[in-house]
């Protein structure tokens, strides 16, 4: 098993800046991709940003440069650095992790609320 613990959420103003980061703990071996995906009420969870051990990353189209995914294989750690945020990011967000960057991932965390205020 794999236990994720997110943290870095929180309220902001559009135009400012979150930085997420996620600890994944337990059987981390089995760990490829690790990311961020979203959920805003009333839509369905997509994805933010996910990266392989080898750093290849993957992002969701309405990123569009504003965010960028990190992460420490050493530590198993993965941070999400937002910038430029709008009130359209606001969402609870979600560390996952699993072998695949596609496909639904195998582990998640208990999720981060992103408010961002106009």
């Known amino acids: 098993q794999v236990q994720l613990v997110e943290s870095g959420g929180g309220l902001v103003q559009a135009g400012g800046s979150l930085r997420l980061s996620c600890a994944a703990s337990g059987s981390s071996a089995s760990i490829n991709a690790m990311g961020w995906y979203r959920q805003a009420p009333g839509k369905q969870r997509e994805l933010v940003a996910i990266i392989t051990r080898g750093g290849y990353s993957k992002y969701g189209d309405f990123v569009k440069g504003r965010f960028t995914i990190s992460r420490d294989n050493a530590k198993n750690t993965v941070s999400l650095q937002m910038n430029s945020l709008k009130p359209e990011d606001t969402a609870v967000y979600y560390c996952?992790?699993?072998?695949?960057?596609?496909?639904?991932?195998?582990?998640w965390g208990q999720g981060t609320q992103v408010s961002v205020s106009s």
């Open positions: 996952a992790a699993g072998p695949f960057v596609t496909g639904t991932q195998a582990y």
